[in-house]
């Protein structure tokens, strides 16, 4: 790990874990072939919160290295009283926590063990003090284009893992529910607006009646960032959307690059200054 300047003695390294320390702070990292997990335990001195921060940010950076071929989550142990002393407590996703207080509006989250209520907020507090709000980011596309949505999701991944961004796009709004109340409701909470643009994207009614005239509206009231990402070469220019900065930041379509994923790695830079 990069964090290896805080290493203590090298003793106590061995083949499945260390033990890390950072003044006050002490960590241990171990991995289970058998559960499939790392697992990261931080005492309380000192400003383990940091200490905790800068583990789990190198961790994420790690993993992140391996692309789609590796699916990780990061997990919270639940703090409940019954969990506090249950050897096998139930686990949180980080990324459902934070979706629920950033997207969801919700303040709490039941146990699926105990059925008791958490407090998110103060909860994730405990483990890395307070954080920035998650983004919401809206994704527009042409379901012709989805496996391009698609690639932008996995450049994406890291991002909403680290707790920066939760992406929002259609393929999410559950049966039963109604797509157009829905779609409208992301846009209207999103704070990052993205259109993937291609020519099937520049044909859509949806696209061009609801989706752009809305986020072209909160663009201008200054209450979200939209932000044109050009799949194939289309007329964007003589859309709305004209005028704005568009990524790539060439111009270059994403298909057009001899390796795609080149662009969709620059693209998920500049979406991270934006979530930052």
Known sequence: MRNNQYLGNIGRAWKYGV????????????????????????NDRGEFREFLRLLTEDMDRLLGSFGERLVVEKMLPCPCADCAVDPQPHFFKYSDLRRRI?????????????????????????????????????????????????????????????????????????????????????????????????????????????????????????????????LQACQWKETPLQGLQGLPRDGKPVNDFPNPENAWAAIAEEIRRLAD
């Open 19 to 42: 033990e890390m320390t950072r003044g006050a702070s002490a960590a241990r990292i171990t991995a289970s072939y058998a559960l499939n997990a790392i697992e990261i335990r931080v």
């Open 102 to 230: 950033e997207v969801l509006k919700k303040d709490t989250i039941e146990c699926a063990k105990s059925g008791l209520d958490i407090e998110v907020k103060p909860f994730l507090e405990t483990f890395f003090g307070k954080t920035d709000a998650m983004k919401n980011v809206f994704i527009s596309y042409s379901h012709r284009d989805e496996a391009a949505k698609d690639r932008l999701l996995v450049h994406l991944k890291l991002l909403a893992r680290q707790g920066k961004i939760a992406p929002w796009n259609d393929r999410l709004i559950r049966p039963g529910e109604e797509w157009d109340a829905e779609i409208k409701t992301a846009l209207h909470q999103a704070d990052i607006i993205l259109f993937l643009l291609s020519p099937d994207a520049i044909a859509s009614d949806y696209i061009w009646d609801h989706e752009i005239a809305l986020a072209m509206e909160r663009h201008r009231a200054g209450t979200a960032r939209v932000v044109p990402i050009i």
